[in-house]
Each structure stands twice: as C-alpha cells, then as structure tokens.
C-alpha cells in the first residue's frame, strides 16, 4: 500500500473533526494538509497527519480573525462591474432601436424625450410643430406601443421553442 491510500481515510477523519471548529471545509483542510505533504517528507506520516491537520485549522482559524468580509466587495459594486455596463448599454441599444420602429410620429417624440439634453414639453412641442396640450396624449399612446413591441420581443420564443 502506497503512503496515499495509507493516509486518505486518516486525512479525511481528522480534516472532518477539526474543520467544523476552525470553520473550514473539510476538503479545504485535507488539500492543505496534501500540499503541505509534498513539501516535506516526515518520518512517521500518520503521526505527523494528525499534527498537520491541527496545525492547518488553528492557522484557518488565525486567518478567519483578522480577515473581515465587506458587504459587497469595494471594486465589485454592481454599477462599476463591466457586465453591468455591457447590459445597460444592450438595453438602451434595444430600447432605441424600438423606438425607430414605433408607428407614425412616435419615432421623433419619443427620440426628443429620450434626448440627453432633457428638453421641456414646450421645446419639444415647438420642434415637431405640434401644440403642448397634445404631447400628453401623443407621448401615452407611443409608450404604449414601445411597451407592448418590447413585451411582445421578450416573450416571443425563438426558432424551436428556444428562448432568444
């Protein structure tokens, strides 16, 4: 018999008794205790796994006072993570791309209400020629039909019955 078939069930009995009180996982504890095995070479193996072990849950347990977890990580905050960006800038690439296929003068309302430079209502009445008490309207009907063109895209499934 080998040294690791002679160790493997030692290992794993004394990883299991001592993880839970060092609040490691047991297969953490044993994959240290492994590395730690072919650094060194010790004269009476089973003797020196069960001081191994211990040694490696009082050192998780050092480790487990002095790190402190943050709540959300500093430079993982869900607005500076790169997917966020990538989706926010999908979403209103779709949502534009909507808006251009919107009926009649939907297109041009709804893009001025969507400008960057926030525009009033008089402003934009004034650039599409149409009179402010009738932008209400106008603008309630085209983001009724923005909303039922995105709702109908998203719930349309694809070729096959797959999602899109």
């Given at each position: 018999?080998?040294?690791?078939?002679?160790?493997?069930?030692?290992?794993?009995?004394?990883?299991?008794?001592?993880?839970?009180?060092?609040?490691?996982?047991?297969?953490?504890?044993?994959?240290?205790?492994?590395?730690?095995?072919?650094?060194?070479?010790?004269?009476?193996p089973?003797?020196?796994?069960?001081?191994?072990?211990?040694?490696?849950?009082?050192?998780?347990?050092?480790?487990?006072?002095?790190?402190?977890?943050?709540?959300?990580?500093p430079?993982?905050?869900?607005?500076?993570?790169?997917?966020?960006?990538?989706?926010?800038?999908e979403?209103?690439?779709?949502?534009?791309?909507?808006?251009?296929?919107?009926?009649?003068?939907?297109?041009?309302?709804?893009?001025?209400m969507?400008?960057?430079?926030?525009?009033?209502?008089?402003?934009?009445?004034?650039?599409?020629?149409?009179?402010?008490?009738?932008?209400?309207?106008?603008?309630?009907?085209?983001?009724?039909?923005?909303r039922?063109?995105?709702?109908?895209?998203?719930?349309?499934?694809?070729?096959?019955?797959?999602?899109?």
């Amino acid at each position: 018999m080998n040294l690791v078939e002679e160790l493997t069930p030692l290992l794993a009995a004394e990883a299991a008794a001592e993880a839970s009180a060092a609040g490691i996982d047991p297969a953490d504890l044993e994959q240290a205790v492994w590395v730690r095995l072919l650094e060194q070479t010790p004269a009476e193996p089973r003797r020196w796994v069960r001081s191994a072990v211990r040694a490696e849950a009082r050192r998780a347990r050092r480790l487990a006072r002095r790190e402190l977890p943050y709540a959300v990580e500093p430079s993982e905050s869900a607005e500076t993570r790169p997917e966020h960006h990538a989706l926010t800038a999908e979403q209103r690439r779709e949502v534009r791309a909507a808006v251009t296929r919107t009926p009649g003068r939907c297109p041009e309302l709804l893009a001025a209400m969507l400008s960057p430079d926030d525009p009033t209502y008089r402003e934009i009445a004034g650039e599409l020629g149409m009179s402010q008490g009738s932008l209400g309207p106008v603008r309630s009907r085209c983001l009724g039909c923005l909303r039922r063109m995105l709702a109908a895209e998203v719930a349309a499934p694809g070729v096959r019955g797959r999602e899109r």
